[in-house]
């Protein structure tokens, strides 16, 4: 449920029009001028790692030693992704579990329309590529069955 909300225009300095910080502020200068934002890889990676929970289907890959599970994976943690930040775009590559019988190649597509899509959103950057290591298929939880 979103709620609109009336916002006052900015104040403007009677000499240039420009928009001031407030009353006795100086006016603000060209955005290009102010400075820079850098976004680290780490906030994309956790970003990506995030959106993959989001995909119905895939989930954070379990921990593996010498080719053998280690646990369980859950779906509640963010997926292990690896991302490359060059200026404002990014290349993305996650490992994830796809949950059986799902299509390998359909969750695989969605995650990276995901990944785009909230790294774009919430960091301004740009996903050149996103590569996906599927690393396991996740069965199902079974019954247990009872012993009579």
Same mark, same amino acid.
């Not at 979103?2 to 001031?20: H, L, Q, R, Y």
């Given at each position: 449920?979103?709620?609109?909300?009336?916002?006052?225009?900015?104040?403007?300095?009677?000499?240039?029009?420009?928009?001031?910080?407030?009353?006795?502020?100086?006016?603000?200068?060209?955005?290009?001028?102010?400075?820079?934002?850098?976004?680290?890889?780490?906030?994309?990676?956790?970003?990506?790692?995030?959106?993959?929970?989001?995909?119905?289907?895939?989930?954070?890959?379990? +921990? =593996?030693?010498?080719?053998?599970? &280690?646990?369980?994976?859950?779906?509640? $943690?963010? /997926?292990? !992704? %690896?991302?490359? #930040?060059?200026?404002?775009?990014?290349?993305?590559?996650?490992?994830?579990?796809?949950?059986?019988?799902?299509?390998?190649?359909?969750?695989?597509?969605?995650? +990276? =329309?995901?990944?785009?899509?909230? &790294?774009?959103?919430?960091?301004?950057? $740009?996903? /050149?590529? !996103? %590569?996906?290591? #599927?690393?396991?298929?996740?069965?199902?939880?079974?019954?247990?069955?009872?012993?009579?």
């Amino acid at each position: 449920m979103s709620t609109a909300v009336d916002v006052a225009p900015e104040p403007s300095s009677p000499d240039t029009g420009t928009p001031t910080d407030g009353p006795g502020l100086p006016a603000l200068g060209d955005p290009a001028e102010r400075g820079s934002l850098t976004v680290a890889d780490r906030v994309v990676e956790r970003v990506a790692g995030h959106a993959v929970t989001l995909v119905e289907g895939a989930s954070a890959a379990p +921990r =593996r030693v010498l080719g053998v599970s &280690v646990g369980e994976s859950r779906d509640d $943690r963010a /997926a292990s !992704v %690896d991302a490359r #930040v060059d200026g404002h775009v990014a290349t993305v590559a996650a490992s994830v579990a796809v949950g059986w019988p799902a299509s390998v190649r359909t969750v695989a597509d969605r995650l +990276r =329309r995901q990944v785009r899509d909230d &790294v774009e959103r919430i960091t301004g950057v $740009r996903v /050149a590529h !996103v %590569d996906i290591d #599927v690393v396991s298929l996740s069965a199902p939880p079974s019954a247990r069955r009872r012993v009579q």
